[in-house]
T-cell receptor, first 115, second 114 residues
Framework: AQKVTQAQTEISVVEKEDVTLDCVYE???????LFWYKQPPSGELVFLIR??????QNEISGRYSWNFQKSTSSFNFTITASQVVDSAVYFC????????????FGKGITLSVRP | GAGVSQSPSNKVTEKGKDVELRCDPI?????LYWYRQSLGQGLEFLIY????????KSGLPSDRFSAERTGGSVSTLTIQRTQQEDSAVYLC????????????FGPGTRLTVL
């Protein structure tokens, strides 16, 4: 069975601080995909990134960066120089390469960025 | 292009009534998914469509829940004889292909059962 653990439930930082959101996953599959989604107060889940299990290169997109380490089954997300607009709930998710590729989500991390 | 749309955005109903929730996926997306988001359970998978077929209904919580998809496009999730525990946000997602596509989500329907 697949499982995603986001141990942090709530994080509060002051604007311009860096913050890292942790994600640990469990799967028996050799081929799988990892995702991060953002859910702002408006409620819509916004896709941020997708990685497949064969690509361990870190990714950077503007102020966002992701660290994928298969050795520790982690896929952590760092926001550099956080801004108030980054305040949201962030979900890490996992899907397999089988019949339906449904997403298994973590419980989410509520990030509050204070001005 | 247009994203995934869902209607209604909010639905308040009385216990025991039937409700229908609608999802319009992104044009050309063959895979369609329904999820439910509730405070106690987080985000849960309900059902998956490939075209008009539903090969995986394993997440539907009871036989009061059913869904269909027509024309490889619009999907309707129906909940019969609603119960208070059905109160949640119902999210629809679509992807261009189940194996290589990323799932893009709609804004959700917030269902409140009184």
């Amino acid at each position: 069975a697949q499982k995603v653990t986001q141990a942090q439930t709530e994080i509060s930082v002051v604007e311009k601080e860096d913050v890292t959101l942790d994600c640990v996953y469990e799967t028996r599959d050799t081929t799988y995909y990892l995702f991060w989604y953002k859910q702002p107060p408006s409620g819509e889940l916004v896709f941020l990134i997708r990685r497949n299990s064969f690509d361990e290169q870190n990714e950077i997109s503007g102020r966002y960066s992701w660290n994928f380490q298969k050795s520790t089954s982690s896929f952590n997300f760092t926001i550099t120089a956080s801004q108030v607009v980054d305040s949201a709930v962030y979900f890490c998710a996992l899907s397999d390469d089988r019949a339906n590729s449904k997403l298994t989500f973590g419980k989410g991390i509520t990030l509050s960025v204070r001005p | 292009g247009a994203g995934v749309s869902q209607s209604p955005s909010n639905k308040v109903t009385e216990k025991g009534k039937d409700v229908e929730l609608r999802c319009d996926p992104i044009s050309g997306h063959t895979a369609l998914y329904w999820y439910r988001q509730s405070l106690g359970q987080g985000l849960e998978f309900l059902i998956y469509f490939q075209g008009n077929s539903a090969p995986d209904k394993s997440g539907l919580p009871s036989d009061r829940f059913s869904a269909e998809r027509t024309g490889g496009s619009v999907s309707t999730l129906t909940i019969q004889r609603t119960q208070q525990e059905d109160s949640a946000v119902y999210l629809c997602a679509s992807s261009i292909d189940r194996r290589v596509g990323t799932q893009y989500f709609g804004p959700g329907t917030r269902l409140t059962v009184l």
